[in-house]
C-alpha cells in the first residue's frame, strides 16, 4: 500500500495552524472562540487541505469541531504538546526544573498521549496523523524529553490509535451485512410476488380457455331469427 491510501489523505498543501488573537493564550487559559476558528478555517479552506495542530488542547477541540460541524476539507496532523522530562543545561533560555515538577511532567505528558488517542479515535475522517511532542529531543530545547520515552509515547498511540483503521473497517462490515441482510428480504418479497403472478396467469390462461370452450360448444341463434312472442 503506498503512502496516499496509508494516510487516506492524498496530495495538497499544508499549513501551521494557530487562531490565538491578542490576549488569548494556552497558558492563561483564554482560547479562540468557535466563531473565530470558523472565520480563519474558512479563509484557509481555499488555499490549503493539510492543518498541522501542535498541541490537543481546547484549541484544537474547537477546530475538529469546527470543520465536522462546518463540513469544511480539512485533514489535521494533531500533536500532543510534551513538556519537560528531564532537565537540558545546554538551553541558553534555561531548561531546568525541580524533580517535582519534573515528575508531575510526565504525568502531564501521559495524559497528554492518552487526550490525543481519545480524539485521534473520535475523528478518524479528519485527523491523518498523530506527533508526539514538537522539537522535545533539540539540544537547545527547554522541553526535552528523552528519545526513548518519546519512542515509548508513539507505540502507545500506534497501539491506541490503531482502533482507527479497525472500527473504519468494523462500521463497513456492519453497513454491507445490513445491506446483505436488506438485498435477501427484498429477493424474498420479489421471488413471492413473482409466484403470485405466475399464479394468476395460470388462472387467467385456464379462464381464458374455458371462455373458449363455452364459446366454441354454445348454438347461438340470431335474435333476428326469432319469431315475436304474438306469433
Partial sequence: ????????????????????????????????????????????????????????????????????????NFKVMLGAYIVAEVNNFGCPWGGTYSED??????????????????????????????????????????????????????KMIKKGAGTMEEERIIDIESKLAYQEYTLKGLNEVILEQQKQIDDLMIQINNLNNRVKELTDNTSFTAIRDEKPPHY
Fill in 1 to 72: 500500500m503506498n503512502l496516499k491510501k496509508r494516510l487516506n489523505a492524498g496530495f495538497g498543501k499544508a499549513i501551521c495552524y494557530s487562531g490565538f488573537r491578542e490576549g488569548q493564550s494556552p497558558e492563561t487559559g483564554i482560547f479562540p472562540t468557535y466563531e473565530e476558528i470558523k472565520e480563519d478555517l474558512l479563509i484557509l479552506q481555499n488555499h490549503w487541505k493539510f492543518l498541522r495542530l501542535y498541541d490537543c488542547d481546547k484549541h484544537s477541540e474547537i477546530v475538529l469541531e469546527v470543520i465536522e460541524n462546518e463540513n469544511l
Fill in 101 to 154: 515538577q519534573l515528575i508531575k511532567n510526565k504525568e502531564i505528558n501521559l495524559r497528554r498521549i492518552q487526550k490525543l488517542i481519545k480524539m485521534a479515535n473520535q475523528y478518524p475522517e479528519i485527523i491523518f496523523s498523530l506527533s508526539a511532542g514538537n522539537e522535545a529531543c533539540v539540544d537547545w530545547t527547554d522541553h526535552y524529553v528523552p528519545v526513548k520515552s518519546v519512542i515509548n509515547y508513539v
